[in-house]
């Protein structure tokens, strides 16, 4: 069974950053998504298996980098600069597929999310 485990989440003022970690049970093509109250679960990131490409969302490029360490099956979120609109929870997932996708149903498995409030 894949596990994924979220980490880093926390509060921080605008314009401040945190570091996201997903420790997985295996090796993924791996994605950040998000939600906040109200809202649709969003693409904020992906990577590919290798970690050769990298994809963003239009709100977030710029700002947020995704990276992955093979060695150890994590996959690491860094948020700079951030906004109060950037507040949600933020979900890791991982893929079969080596590629990296951005729609919901592209991804396989899931993590339980972890908290990020942005105050202005």
């Known amino acids: 069974q894949v596990q994924l485990v979220e980490s880093g989440g926390g509060l921080v003022q605008a314009g401040g950053s945190l570091r996201l970690s997903c420790a997985a049970s295996?090796?993924?093509?791996m994605g950040w998504f998000r939600q906040a109250p109200g809202k649709e679960r969003e693409f904020v990131a992906s990577i590919t298996w290798s970690g050769g490409n990298t994809y963003y969302a239009d709100s977030v490029k710029g700002r947020f980098t995704i990276s992955r360490d093979n060695a150890k099956n994590t996959v690491n979120l860094q948020m700079n600069s951030l906004k109060p609109e950037d507040t949600a929870l933020y979900y890791c997932?991982?893929?079969?597929?080596?590629?990296?996708?951005?729609?919901?149903?592209?991804?396989?498995?899931w993590g339980q999310g972890t908290q990020v409030t942005v105050s202005s």
């Open positions: 997932a991982a893929r079969r597929l080596r590629t990296a996708g951005r729609a919901i149903n592209e991804y396989d498995y």
């Open positions: 295996g090796r993924y093509a």
